[in-house]
Structures are given as structure tokens and as C-alpha cells.
């Protein structure tokens, strides 16, 4: 909802925006949206708090530099100057929370949906706890395993995180890149970011492999089917396109990997918990 009082905490504005590193220009938008919470690291830490109290119609100019010990080392040692000119300013309007809305959403009434979101957050606890609990009995199972690999593998899973990193990006990789840009990162930095993590995870996948086949752990043909049909019961396809997809062999071996992974952790807890 369009308001004309100043800026506040969020907000979701549009702002024309001009960032320079040293005097460089590397950020320049036009009409860009922009929601201003309180400590947020885009497009930079700092920049959100600047903009608070400017009204509509309104500029601000400011700088904001960072010790060379910053956390960020990519930030480390920087100053940024920014002009931001704000054309509109809108603040979130939330209904009021009665049957009224309740069943305007597909609810009885406000207790039938407080129920059901109680419900909700008691799974997506009971559903954290499982994974940190999974987390914990594949980390221990990795330390006491020695892991030999070729550098390329790693290349290829740096590759793959690049490539899941891009596809947050309407643009792809070339959103990647300008995001990059916009902190004054290049691509080959975050390269070696990844590199950490990229040998983290494909440490694990091996470990786990290994174990599905001293484990004689396998998956048939009719439990990729079974997940293709999860996958795809709920999705509005007439045409089948995504079961296309999902049904190719790169999609089946994908999926079986997947069902392998999962597997292969369940018969992990199992042993953790003495149940094997």
C-alpha cells in the first residue's frame, strides 16, 4: 500500500540507485525494487539503514567504508558511495486475523487455522531436528573415513554449486556475475569460496556410495517411477512435459541418486540409533 511518510523498516520501495567503488560506477538501476530490513547484506551491510527517514520524491549520498579486518575480506578495506533517489514507498498491510480471513483462505474459522499452522511449525521443528540429527551421524561417519579423489572432481562440483547458485537468478549466470560485480567479487574468487564446499560435499556423496554398496543398498526401477509420480501428481502439466523430463535417463539417474542419498542416510540413523 503507497504511503507518503518517510522511509521505514519493512518498507518495500523503488529506488534509482548509483553505487561507485573508488570512483568506478558498478551498480546503476533504474525503477528497482528494494525492501529495507533492518541489517541486510544487499547490496551491501549498512546500505538499508541509509535509506530510513528519506521521503518520497527524496535523495540520499552517502558513503560506507569497511575496516581493512571486516569479516567479509571481499568488503575488507572498501568504501562505497551510493546516490539513491526514492520514487515510491509502499508498507505492507496485514489483515486482521478473524473467521472473516480464516475463511477467506479455506478455514472454518481463525482456531481451525491457528491449528493448523501450530501443526505446521511442530513439523518443521520435528523436521530440523531430523536433518541436524542426520547431519551429525554423516559428519562422524566422514571423519573416520579416508577419502582419495581427483582434483577434477572437485572441479565438477564447484561447477555444480555455480550452477544451483545461477538458477536463483532470472538472468542465470550472467545474474550471478552482476551480483558478484555489484561486491566487487569476480567469478574466480567465488571459485575458490567454493572450493571448501564443494570438497565437503563431494566427500560425503562418495562416503555415502561406498556404504550403499557395502550395504547392498540399491534402488528399482519402480521407486524412481513411484517418485516420478510424487513429483509430478500435483503440477498442472498437461502435456506431460515435466514427466518428460523427469522420465529421461539423465532425470531417472538423477532421481535415482537422489532416492540412493536418502536411503543410504535412513540406514545410517538406523545404526546411530542401535536399531540396525
Known sequence: MPVERPVQYGDLITIDIEG???GKLFLKRKDSLFEVVKDSPLPVP????????????????????????????ALAGKEF????SITEIKERELPELNDKFAQRIGFD??????????????AKKEEISRYQFEQ??????VQVCEVDYPSVLVEREIEQLLSEEA???????????????????????????LEPVAKKR???????????????I???????????????????????????????????????????????????????????
Open 20 to 22: 561507485s567503488d573508488g
Open 46 to 73: 549498512g546500505f538499508a539503514e541509509k535509506l530510513i527517514g528519506v521521503r518520497k520524491g527524496g535523495e540520499n549520498t552517502f558513503s560506507l567504508a569497511y575496516s581493512d579486518t571486516y569479516e567479509t575480506k
Open 81 to 84: 558511495s551510493f546516490k539513491v
Open 109 to 122: 474459522n481463525i482456531i481451525s487455522l491457528r491449528e493448523y499452522v501450530k501443526n505446521q511449525l511442530q
Open 136 to 141: 551429525k551421524v554423516i559428519d562422524a561417519t
Open 167 to 193: 538458477g536463483h537468478f532470472k538472468e542465470g549466470v550472467k545474474g550471478l556475475e552482476a551480483y558478484l560485480k555489484s561486491i566487487n567479487k569476480s567469478l574466480e574468487e567465488h571459485r575458490k569460496e
Open 202 to 216: 563431494l566427500v560425503q556423496t562418495l562416503v555415502l556410495n561406498k556404504i550403499a554398496e557395502t550395504e547392498n
Open 218 to 276: 540399491e534402488i528399482s526401477a519402480s521407486e524412481v517411477d513411484n517418485e516420478i509420480d510424487r513429483l509430478t501428481k500435483s503440477g498442472d502439466n498437461p502435456k506431460g512435459g515435466i514427466r518428460k523430463i523427469l522420465n529421461s535417463p539423465r532425470g531417472r539417474q538423477s532421481i535415482g541418486q537422489f532416492l540412493l542419498t536418502r536411503k543410504t542416510i535412513e540406514r545410517l540413523v538406523q545404526i546411530a540409533r542401535g536399531a540396525a
